[in-house]
């Protein structure tokens, strides 16, 4: 006997079950998406301070106006982040499961995303500070031009951490609000 299986549209089981196939795939990639990777770096990277004093001081005004434009891109990027969360949220808000296992995934994300965050953040920060105690030991042999524009660097960044923890924090509480 040749049994044929069809496809039932009607079928509240299988609308729900497809409906959190598609709730779970829309929080991967959200998670996905707020995941850092090799690329996002580009050549910039904010971890020894001897390293990055050397990467500030051969940055010249063109380069510093580019790695502004990326912290600025990379904030537009956790704004874009936040929508998607927002609509993952109405997706899932109508049924009591797929909430649920929304709110679980987007607990997780908030919390990954607080220490990795507050961790890199600090780090910067902290190599921030060594680096410009470092440049104010070159200074005389920087020249004033110089050590001014890689100063000017250095607080141009401060700056830009602070509007990124911002965004940060808002999808944290994006995430938190889930």
Known sequence: MLTI???NLNDPRAAFRNFMLAAGATIALIIAALAPTPADARNFHIGDADELLDELIE????????????????????E???????EA???????VIGAAIANAAFNVAQVAVDRATGMAITKARKALDEAEAMLSDRRDDLGD???????????????????????????????REA
């Open 5 to 7: 299986r069809t496809l």
């Open 59 to 78: 940055m010249d005004a063109s380069d510093i106006a580019e790695l502004q434009a990326d912290l600025v891109e990379a904030r537009d990027d956790i």
């Open 80 to 86: 874009e982040a936040i929508g998607e969360i927002a």
């Open 89 to 95: 949220k109405e997706e899932v808000k109508d049924t």
């Open 145 to 175: 031009a110089e050590f001014h524009e890689t100063r000017g660097a250095i607080d141009m960044i401060r700056s830009e951490l602070i509007e990124l923890e911002y965004s940060l924090d808002a999808l944290s509480a994006a995430l």
